[in-house]
């Protein structure tokens, strides 16, 4: 673990795509910086460019403007110190769980490799399915393997792309939990997207709203609590809805109580 | 489901599949005793069973089957092969696929057997110009399935290979075959049982050894029984490779599931 390493720099950062021969602008003026270690969320309706923005920090999407600085380099590319989980568990159906954790490792010997997929199939809580084929898991299983394949490079940053997205409500908390679980054992920089105020409340240090047309970052709020956090304590609930009433979503005179 | 009750399902099918053949063989066999057509046009089942027998007691018809079956295999390999290369190289470049795609399109509505005057005048009426002949029938399946399979693996997995840096090798090693595969074997599988129906053509139009040949000679000899028992080795050869291939299949494609849940 590389302490102090994985500080992510974004300043005056623009994106636009061309569509239809006309210029879009997706992102305008983004800056934002990310110390180590941090776990940032990121809110904003659909097509706020989050999801451009986290591409940007991928290396997948290049020809913005502005600077996007990781430990000081301009990215231009993808890299084994940034690791992503899409939204769809992406695991190549055709691989057993082990070898789709073992996918991004490249020049380790057979033991590493095997050591490297135990320790992150346990980490994940997936012992056991290491010779299982994808189409064998839960949605959530999924995801968890998808963690650990992200995780076996050992990035300084992890992006996580509305990872639990498409999973069911319950199994959403419970990985919402198993996600804080490893963030506190890796001890690395966490980035997430997510379209659910809740989720980002309860595992951000940071939570950065973004609003659309373009993309502009419209407010950062900190969030102080202690982990775990407890989703219905009363600042729990009020940090929610001051983010809700970014959106329009506000109650007019919540009735929250605290005793 | 148990897996014994599911066994007995597939046994089930098994002999439902063989109502129908027996049904033609009663009929073809009815339709000889009440003497419909003339034996010597509709020779009855048994004496093409004898003939058959016969025919493999003296070893001409193992000699044959193998001569027909290098053929197959040769001319296989050579169009295959070449298929494969182009499929691949198509799939992955799209600039090389708008140049030679349409044309190979093009080309494969002209029937086949449309050429085999052109190809013996080419190389000959030997061996060559059969293998060429069944490598033109091996090319067109394999080359449009592996096109398709190529060009058909999903982006999100391209854009994975992306992030995890893999180059040329690994690319396609790891990435592109693996989820071509599905549709390179089906492209094989109709490749080889094009190239069966080819030599049995090839074989047609002159040659020294081969079922084929066996077929058009005991024709003009009027010895149609030895013509039915051809038919016969073909279609169980035939159906004999795909049942092989269908094998390999589920063996190499074990990570698809079914419709019904099950591992394939």
């Given at each position: ?16 795509f ?33 999801t451009t923005?986290l591409r940007i920090?991928l290396g997948l999407e290049t020809n ?12 231009e590319g993808p890299g084994i110190?940034r690791g992503i989980v899409f939204q769809d568990h992406r695991l190549l159906p055709w691989l057993?769980?082990?070898e789709n954790?073992a996918f991004g490792l490249d ?27 994808p ?7 999924a995801?968890?393997?998808a963690?650990?394949r992200a995780?076996?490079n ?5 992006l996580?792309d ?98 | ?86 499929g691949l190289l198509m799939g992955l470049s799209s600039l090389l696929d708008r ?47 592996t096109y398709q399979g190529v060009s058909g693996v999903p982006k999100k997995y391209r854009e994975l290979a992306r992030v995890f840096n893999y180059k040329s090798f690994r690319y396609l090693t790891k990435v592109i075959l693996p989820g071509a595969l599905p549709s390179i ?70 990570w ?9």
């Open positions: 673990m590389s302490i102090g390493k994985g500080i992510l720099e974004i300043k005056n950062l623009s994106k636009s061309i569509v239809d021969n006309n210029p879009l602008q997706v992102l305008n003026d983004i800056n934002i910086t990310i110390p180590p270690g941090n776990f940032v969320s990121i809110i904003g309706s659909s097509g706020c460019g989050k923005l920090v913005y403007e502005g600077d996007a600085l990781i430990d000081g380099e301009q990215i110190n057993t769980v082990g954790v020049g380790k010997s057979r033991k590493e490799t095997e050591v490297i997929v135990d320790e992150h199939l346990k980490l994940v809580g997936l012992n056991g399915f290491k010779s299982a084929y189409c064998q898991l839960s949605g959530g299983m995801q968890r393997a963690i650990a995780l076996a050992k990035p300084e940053i992890l996580l509305e990872p639990l997205g498409s999973l069911d409500a319950m199994t959403r908390m419970h990985m919402q939990k198993e996600l804080e679980r490893i963030w506190l054992f890796e001890k690395i920089t966490m980035i997430l997207v997510t379209h659910d105020v809740e989720e980002a409340i309860y595992l951000g240090d940071k939570v950065v709203i973004m609003s659309s047309r373009p993309g502009v970052i419209k407010k950062i709020i900190d969030i102080p609590f202690t982990r775990p956090r407890d989703r219905s304590s009363y600042e729990f609930m009020q940090i929610k809805s001051e983010i809700l009433e970014e959106f329009h979503l506000g109650v007019e005179h919540p009735f929250i109580y605290s005793i | 489901m148990s897996k014994s009750l599911l066994k007995r399902f597939e046994w089930k099918d098994k002999l439902l599949a063989l109502i129908v053949p027996l049904l033609v063989l009663v009929a073809w066999q009815s339709a000889v005793s009440l003497q419909l057509f003339s034996e010597m046009i509709l020779v009855p089942p048994l004496t093409v069973m004898n003939t058959l027998v016969d025919l493999a007691r003296t070893g001409d018809l193992t000699n044959n089957i193998i001569s027909s079956l290098k053929r197959v295999l040769s001319g296989f390999l050579l169009g295959a092969s070449t298929g494969f290369f182009l140049f030679v795609g349409p044309l190979i399109k093009a080309c494969k509505q002209v029937p086949q057997f449309a050429l085999m005057p052109l190809i013996i005048l080419w190389f000959g009426i030997d061996e060559v110009s059969k293998v060429v002949f069944i490598s033109i029938g091996a090319f067109f399946p394999m080359v449009f399935n074997i089906t492209g094989v599988r109709h490749s080889l049982g094009l190239s069966w129906m080819f030599v049995v053509g090839a074989e047609l139009f002159g040659s020294e050894s081969g079922v084929g040949y066996m077929m058009v000679w005991a024709r003009q000899l009027f010895q149609i029984d030895i013509v039915m028992a051809g038919l016969f080795v073909i279609g169980i050869i035939g159906f004999t490779m795909n049942i092989i291939l269908q094998i390999i299949e589920k063996r190499v494609l074990r698809r599931v079914s419709f019904d849940g099950r591992m394939a």
